[in-house]
């Protein structure tokens, strides 16, 4: 089987010739963007040999004014692909596409709505206060920010649908906001649901298909019921949600999933060869042959050798 066909089996949990598989990690700054990034990318792939090769997204939604109070929000303009920022991101695709090995199965990585909405400030604010700002104004004044959000999310549409025109399988969607502790349930459902769904609807749409990512502590993952139908491939935070693969399996009944192994401490990140293609067997004991990616919680510690995670990978063989 070439990498995408085996994607594809264990997307529809048909028998694979071996269990395919999937890491990712952020890259250091200095060869995050241009061509640099292209030239990583490349050998994360060669190095690394994952079935799934994911192109990251470093180029966020850009700083567009100071944002303090709701009504601040209306600063937020509406974004196309014609952004620079858009561009930048649409130029590393084309470029790692017409190098890369197109017999993988190779997605691009759409960061969710609420992701999204608060990089323009998360600088200003830091990654947990910019999160509980954005609750608190929804609870304030939501109209100017969901007005915000509804910009953000039709640019998402549209980059969506130019990744699977470029030439990829799909893309990671990157949720957020299954947090117990930010949002209330009717909240999620009033808030970021709608959102959540036209993004994904617009890769289905364009020809693609979906991975529904959803790390960080304390999700809800009942939030998430409705959404079936949008996505084939489920991944989340087994360690940082506690919530493992065999749970998991009872939950995302009509879908792969994928992960298994710790992306911040445990034998991928701190042990041996040995341990490292022991605790390969032990995720593969739980999760079964079919319908199973092996992959981490989240992204790989920036700076993590190369051979950590290809030793996880050949650990498939035979088994």
Same mark, same amino acid.
């Given at each position: 089987?070439?990498?995408r066909?085996?994607?594809?089996?264990?997307?529809?949990?048909?028998?694979?010739?071996?269990?395919?598989?999937?890491?990712?990690?952020?890259f250091p700054?200095?060869v995050?963007? =241009? +061509?640099?990034?292209?030239?990583?990318?490349?050998? %994360?792939?060669?190095?690394?040999? $994952?079935?799934i090769?994911? &192109? /990251? #997204?470093?180029?966020?939604?850009p700083?567009?004014?100071?944002?303090?109070?709701?009504?601040?929000?209306?600063?937020?303009?509406s974004?196309?692909?014609?952004?620079?920022?858009?561009?930048?991101?649409?130029?590393?695709?084309?470029?790692?596409?017409?190098?890369?090995?197109m017999?993988?199965?190779?997605?691009?990585?759409?960061?969710?709505?609420?992701?999204?909405?608060?990089?323009?400030?998360?600088?200003?604010?830091?990654?947990?206060?910019?999160?509980?700002?954005?609750?608190?104004?929804?609870?304030?004044?939501?109209?100017?920010?969901?007005?915000?959000?509804?910009?953000?999310?039709?640019?998402?549409c549209?980059?969506?649908?130019?990744?699977v025109?470029?030439?990829?399988?799909?893309?990671?969607?990157?949720?957020?906001? =299954? +947090?117990?502790?930010?949002f209330?349930?009717?909240? %999620?459902?009033?808030?970021?649901? $709608?959102?959540?769904?036209? &993004? /994904? #609807?617009?890769?289905?749409?364009?020809?693609?298909?979906?991975?529904?990512?959803?790390?960080?502590?304390?999700?809800?993952f009942?939030?998430?019921?409705?959404y079936?139908?949008?996505?084939?491939?489920?991944?989340?935070?087994?360690?940082?949600?506690?919530?493992?693969?065999?749970?998991?399996?009872?939950?995302?009944?009509?879908?792969?999933?994928?992960?298994?192994?710790?992306?911040?401490?445990?034998?991928?990140?701190?042990?041996?060869a040995?341990?490292?293609?022991?605790?390969?067997r032990?995720?593969?004991?739980?999760?079964?042959r079919?319908g199973?990616?092996?992959?981490?919680?989240?992204?790989?510690?920036?700076?993590?050798?190369?051979?950590?995670?290809r030793t996880?990978?050949?650990?498939?063989?035979?088994?």
């Amino acid at each position: 089987m070439k990498k995408r066909e085996r994607v594809f089996a264990a997307m529809k949990n048909q028998p694979v010739d071996k269990i395919p598989s999937y890491f990712t990690m952020h890259f250091p700054r200095e060869v995050a963007f =241009g +061509e640099a990034a292209v030239e990583e990318h490349l050998k %994360f792939f060669k190095e690394v040999n $994952p079935d799934i090769q994911k &192109i /990251m #997204n470093e180029n966020l939604v850009p700083n567009m004014g100071s944002i303090k109070t709701p009504d601040d929000w209306k600063c937020i303009r509406s974004i196309s692909l014609d952004d620079r920022f858009m561009q930048d991101e649409i130029e590393l695709v084309k470029r790692v596409l017409d190098r890369c090995d197109m017999d993988a199965y190779n997605i691009g990585t759409l960061h969710g709505i609420v992701a999204s909405t608060i990089h323009p400030i998360e600088p200003d604010y830091g990654y947990m206060p910019v999160r509980q700002l954005l609750v608190s104004h929804l609870r304030q004044n939501k109209a100017p920010v969901l007005d915000a959000m509804k910009r953000i999310a039709d640019g998402l549409c549209q980059l969506a649908g130019k990744f699977v025109e470029l030439g990829l399988d799909g893309i990671l969607y990157a949720g957020l906001g =299954g +947090e117990r502790f930010l949002f209330t349930d009717q909240e %999620f459902e009033e808030y970021i649901m $709608p959102f959540d769904k036209q &993004i /994904m #609807n617009a890769c289905l749409e364009a020809g693609g298909n979906n991975i529904l990512h959803m790390c960080k502590t304390d999700v809800n993952f009942d939030r998430y019921k409705s959404y079936k139908g949008l996505y084939t491939i489920a991944n989340w935070g087994v360690y940082e949600a506690g919530l493992s693969l065999s749970e998991g399996r009872r939950i995302f009944t009509d879908c792969a999933i994928m992960g298994g192994l710790s992306n911040h401490m445990g034998p991928l990140i701190e042990g041996t060869a040995d341990e490292i293609r022991e605790e390969v067997r032990r995720v593969v004991a739980e999760a079964g042959r079919t319908g199973f990616i092996l992959g981490t919680d989240c992204t790989i510690p920036t700076g993590t050798s190369y051979d950590r995670l290809r030793t996880a990978v050949d650990a498939l063989e035979g088994l």
